[in-house]
């Protein structure tokens, strides 16, 4: 057929990608369409960390409590536990997601949001949905085939999976949310860097009430030390909660250079007899596929009218949960980009911040995630286990461990140093909090981006360096208390003073008539429309009372003065500055 269809933005993919970025650009009034390739959303758990920048994603577009009400909550995530399986010998856990009283502080002080516990099975029809209600075209058992672009937009080729049929889709933008194995991403012959396949892993889905062994100590995970289990995989094999007791994904590892075995009934029951270590308890499986961990990452994300988000640039394991948040938190970068363009508001180079912006991210992450994998690999070492599957050299070692003297006392201390340092895959708060943006759309102040005072992995730090979130705490509006986060954001700019700053205000005002742009005015201090009786929005916010934060729809701050305007028209073309250089002239 030669039938062709229009629409603003064509959105192929709906995994976390594809779906949220449906959601953004729906809530930003955007023309937007989702073609997937299958008749339905996932029909397997996958993804399901969900971290408190993702939430505050959710926050914004108003899903947050929708997801809370579905999902496993933050203190059901409270132990990750090491052991030889769930009836055998436990070798430790670490207290997990910011749960324990040393990191929970650490956790809600950064954020108005919690994490939870959402599989995909869970997020993808919540953010379908509501990118439906606010407009979003769906069309599923649809292919995409291929793209060409030229000056004024995009032709997609797709095939209908129910009748055949071919047609065409023009629209102004393409974004390919089709996962890792992007047909998009391919087309557009991104650049990739790692070593790619690295190992391969067997995922299991299946129902068992397991209570009995875990109700008692909430994981999301629980990793079993077995002979074999380390080979490739995640480190060792798995028992992943995907709804407290009663439904579970298994983790093992096989060589991809030998293929995954016959994942058949019998198979699947010895491993999972294995893992549990009992035979003392009934299953039924539901799905079981093999899956690839992978090392890879685009170091380029776009081209033109094309942009990549999610697994289709970055592939890598689940470990530290970073998939479908950064999926998603790509999405979110992207949307109020493109619908600031297409709305006329912001110059088409706005757009190549997103590449700037999300590349880096993209590599930090692949290469955290695959980190954690090695680390696991310091509890074999840490029991000698290193070098060997034999499970006799594995008795020893649990042995060793129970043993009083010298020998025992150092394995005990290796075991527990080991443990704990897997706190950078189930504690890194940093890797979740310290995105910094260094592009276009973010205008250096020339001071120079503040040094981390603790490990820049495992504690948030924040600051309104420009190209940071703006931070969260909790000030007052009427006397409610309220985020600093929700001042901001829902797709329209934010400018950000206090006592002195009326200048900055009025400057947003007429600059934002001019420019057709929605400039929010925020003012915190006594008597303000936002006060601060706690005085911690005046320790964070790094300015002086009169300065001011441009903040972007995404929360990012794009532009700092740490000082208040000496005049109006100071303001006035300090603030006409930093909008041209970041949006473009009118
Ligand atoms: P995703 O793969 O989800 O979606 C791709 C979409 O594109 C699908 O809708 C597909 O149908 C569609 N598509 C593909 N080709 C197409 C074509 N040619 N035409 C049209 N449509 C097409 N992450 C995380 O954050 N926390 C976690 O805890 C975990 N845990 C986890 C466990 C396991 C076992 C795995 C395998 C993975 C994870 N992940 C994870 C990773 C997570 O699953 C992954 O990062 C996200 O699903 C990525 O979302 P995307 O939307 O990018 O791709």
């Given at each position: 057929g030669t039938a062709s269809a229009r629409t603003d933005?064509?959105?192929?993919?709906?995994?976390?990608?594809?779906?949220?970025?449906?959601?953004?650009?729906?809530?930003?009034?955007?023309?937007?369409?989702?073609?997937?390739?299958?008749?339905?959303?996932?029909?397997?758990?996958?993804?399901?960390?969900?971290?408190?920048?993702?939430?505050e994603t959710m926050r914004d577009v108003g899903l947050e409590q929708t997801l809370m009400d579905l999902a496993t909550p933050w203190e059901l995530m409270s132990n990750t536990t090491f052991c030889t399986s769930l009836a055998g010998e436990e070798l430790g856990r670490v207290e997990s997601w910011g749960t324990s009283l040393a990191r929970k502080g650490d956790y809600e002080a950064q954020s108005p949001c919690h994490m939870l516990d959402a599989p995909q099975t869970i997020t993808e029809p919540?953010?379908?949905?509501?990118?439906?209600?606010?407009?979003?075209?769906?069309?599923?058992?649809?292919?995409?085939?291929s793209h060409s672009q030229d000056d004024e937009g995009v032709t997609t080729r797709l095939r209908d999976r129910l009748t055949g049929a071919e047609y065409s889709v023009r629209s102004r933008y393409l974004v390919g949310a089709d996962g890792a194995r992007s047909r998009v991403a391919a087309d557009l012959d991104l650049p990739f860097e790692g070593p790619g396949a690295v190992g391969g892993a067997l995922g299991i889905i299946f129902e068992a009430d397991l209570s009995r062994f875990v109700a008692h100590?909430?994981?999301?995970?629980?990793?079993?030390?077995?002979?074999?289990?380390?080979?490739?995989?995640?480190?060792?094999?798995?028992?992943?909660?995907?709804?407290?007791?009663?439904?579970?994904?298994?983790?093992?590892?096989?060589?991809?250079?030998?293929?995954?075995?016959?994942?058949?009934?019998?198979?699947?029951?010895?491993?999972?007899?294995?893992?549990?270590?009992?035979?003392?308890?009934?299953?039924?499986?539901?799905?079981?596929?093999?899956?690839?961990?992978?090392?890879?990452?685009?170091?380029?994300?776009?081209?033109?009218r094309v942009f990549c988000v999610g697994d289709a640039v970055h592939r890598h394991p689940p470990t530290n949960g970073l998939g479908s948040n950064t999926s998603v938190q790509d999405s979110y970068n992207l949307a109020w980009k493109l619908a600031h363009v297409l709305r006329g508001t912001a110059s088409p180079s706005l757009l190549e911040s997103y590449d700037a912006?999300?590349?880096?991210?993209?590599?930090?992450?692949?290469?955290?995630?695959?980190?954690?994998?090695?680390?696991?690999?310091?509890?074999?070492?840490?029991?000698?286990?290193d070098d060997t599957s034999d499970p006799a050299r594995l008795e020893e070692a649990l042995a060793a461990r129970k043993a009083p003297g010298p020998e025992g006392d150092a394995v005990r201390a290796a075991l527990r140093d080991a443990i704990a340092y897997k706190s950078y895959e189930f504690?890194?708060?940093?890797?979740?909090?310290?995105?910094?943006?260094?592009?276009?759309?973010?205008?250096?102040?020339?001071?120079?981006?503040?040094?981390?005072?603790?490990?820049?992995?495992?504690?948030a730090q924040p600051t309104t360096w420009?190209?940071?979130?703006?931070?969260?705490?909790?000030?007052?509006r009427d006397g409610h208390r309220v985020?600093?986060?929700d001042l901001v954001g829902r797709?329209?700019?934010?400018?950000?003073?206090?006592?002195?700053?009326?200048?900055?205000?009025?400057?947003?005002?007429?600059?934002?008539?001019?420019?057709?742009?929605?400039?929010?005015?925020?003012?915190?201090?006594?008597?303000?429309?936002?006060?601060?009786?706690?005085?911690?929005?005046?320790?964070?916010?790094?300015?002086?009372?009169?300065?001011?934060?441009?903040?972007?729809?995404?929360?990012?701050?794009?532009?700092?003065?740490?000082?208040?305007?000496?005049?109006?028209?100071?303001?006035?073309?300090?603030?006409?500055?930093?909008?041209?250089?970041?949006?473009?002239?009118?």
């Open positions: 933005v064509l959105v192929v993919g709906s995994g976390p990608a594809g779906a949220s970025a449906a959601l953004f650009l729906a809530t930003y009034g955007v023309d937007v369409t989702v073609v997937t390739k299958y008749g339905r959303l996932s029909d397997t758990p996958r993804a399901h960390i969900t971290n408190q920048r993702t939430m919540v953010l379908m949905k509501a990118a439906q209600e606010r407009g979003a075209k769906v069309r599923f058992d649809t292919e995409y085939l100590r909430p994981s999301v995970l629980y990793w079993m030390l077995q002979p074999g289990a380390e080979k490739e995989g995640v480190g060792l094999g798995v028992l992943r909660m995907i709804k407290p007791w009663h439904e579970w994904m298994l983790m093992w590892g096989y060589a991809v250079a030998d293929g995954p075995p016959d994942l058949t009934d019998e198979y699947i029951r010895e491993l999972a007899v294995m893992l549990v270590g009992t035979d003392d308890f009934e299953m039924r499986v539901t799905a079981r596929s093999p899956w690839t961990v992978n090392h890879h990452y685009a170091t380029s994300l776009a081209r033109g912006e999300r590349a880096p991210i993209a590599r930090q992450i692949v290469e955290r995630a695959n980190q954690s994998i090695a680390d696991t690999g310091r509890i074999m070492q840490a029991l000698g286990l504690n890194a708060h940093g890797v979740e909090h310290n995105q910094r943006y260094v592009s276009t759309a973010v205008v250096p102040d020339g001071t120079p981006m503040p040094e981390f005072r603790r490990d820049e992995q495992l504690y420009p190209g940071a979130k703006l931070p969260h705490t909790w000030v007052t985020s600093t986060l797709g329209e700019w934010s400018v950000v003073t206090g006592i002195g700053g009326a200048s900055w205000l009025a400057a947003a005002a007429a600059l934002g008539a001019a420019r057709g742009l929605q400039l929010r005015p925020v003012s915190i201090g006594p008597g303000e429309a936002v006060e601060d009786p706690y005085g911690t929005w005046a320790q964070l916010r790094e300015t002086d009372d009169g300065g001011v934060l441009l903040v972007r729809p995404d929360g990012y701050v794009a532009a700092r003065s740490i000082a208040a305007p000496d005049s109006p028209e100071e303001a006035h073309a300090w603030l006409a500055g930093v909008l041209d250089a970041v949006l473009g002239p009118v």
